[in-house]
């Protein structure tokens, strides 16, 4: 690991003009019952890595635990999911270990050196960006972190709106998407911070909506040490959406997989599928973790639905899915 790391130094020159990228990733995790209506056992996990690792940060070994805490107790602090996010980026920056002011590192072989780091991503699927960020999210009248324009479809904003500024989330033509940028949506929590305690709560909560964030005032948005000196740029430049979730979970491969079943029902039906699937041997590392999805067809009907699987099973499935097809349509 000390090779490999000073390895990377080396590619990757690190100083306090230029430090290197600290990665947050967070998430829950649901052990037991996945719907079990009352499950104390979930869970809030957060971990980190460098981004100048490169492709390695494919390697799970190269993510670090921070902290896990559980969903109920999060849910106890006053600015639940986000608070406990600041707390975790703040723990990079504690004197006398401030990682923004240089730590000293022994790096066996390659002797001792500064080294600085700033938080330069924060990546998650929606509820976990919508929890680090206070957003309103998915069901939120502003549904979108990265716009400011963008309605939710069904509340019918866009189609009410006379001057034309709001458009609907099914919208696709991105020329008419105003997106939000670091400094706007810094001071639309600048703004709620002004009006709290000085409004009604109706109207407090009319901002909200209008602004599309929740009030944290212990959460990240509203911490000055976060946004000033910790991160590798602003909340909105920092932030991605872990592609995964978008593909693999009720997404695009979901959708696209379960509309070839549908059109090749004539040749490969739903039940041969089934059996392909269940037949098929997967390697140790995959079957031991229980990840392949093999199971993911034996109640899925071949009607241009989608087919439901986890994201890791969805990965385990795309090349099995292939083989099915190039076995069942070799001329295809």
């Keep these: 690991m000390q090779t490999f790391f000073a390895a990377k130094l080396q590619e990757h020159p690190n100083s306090q003009a230029t430090p290197w990228s600290i990665s947050m990733y967070s998430d829950e995790i649901i052990p037991g019952n996945a719907l079990k209506p009352r499950n104390d056992r979930k869970l809030v996990a957060l971990y980190w890595a460098f981004g100048e690792l490169d492709a390695a940060v494919g390697h799970e070994n190269l993510w670090h635990h921070l902290v896990a805490v559980r969903s109920s107790v999060m849910r106890s602090m006053k600015s639940t999911w986000s608070q406990l996010f600041r707390l975790a980026c703040n723990a990079f920056f504690q004197d006398p270990l401030d990682i923004s002011k240089g730590l000293a590192l022994n790096i066996r072989g390659h002797g001792t050196r500064l080294f600085w780091a700033k938080i330069g991503l924060v990546v998650g699927d929606e509820p976990s960006l919508k929890g680090c960020w206070s957003c309103k999210g998915s069901s939120g009248t502003l549904p979108c972190l990265y716009c400011k324009n963008v309605t939710l479809a069904s509340l019918q904003v866009a189609q009410n709106d006379a001057t034309g500024y709001f458009v609907p989330h099914t919208e696709t033509d991105v020329s008419k998407w105003i997106l939000q ?41 509203w911490c000055p040490e976060l946004l000033n000196h910790q991160l590798h740029g602003g909340p909105i430049s920092v932030t991605q959406f872990d592609y995964m979730h978008i593909y693999f979970v009720s997404g695009v491969w979901n959708t696209e997989t379960g509309l070839l079943l549908q059109a090749i029902k004539d040749v490969v039906t739903v039940a041969e599928a089934d059996r392909f699937l269940k037949g098929f041997v997967w390697p140790d590392q995959w079957n031991s973790r229980g990840v392949t999805g093999r199971r993911c067809l034996e109640k899925f009907v071949a009607d241009g639905s989608a087919v439901a699987c986890s994201a890791s099973e969805g990965l385990s499935l795309y090349s099995v899915f292939r083989l099915l097809v190039v076995a069942a349509l070799p001329n295809s």
């Design 181 to 221: 940028d670091d400094n706007s949506i810094i001071q639309n929590a600048v703004a709620l911070h002004q009006q709290f305690g000085q409004v009604s709560k109706a109207n407090f909560s009319r901002s909200e909506m209008a602004l599309g964030l929740q009030y944290a005032p212990e959460g990240a948005l």
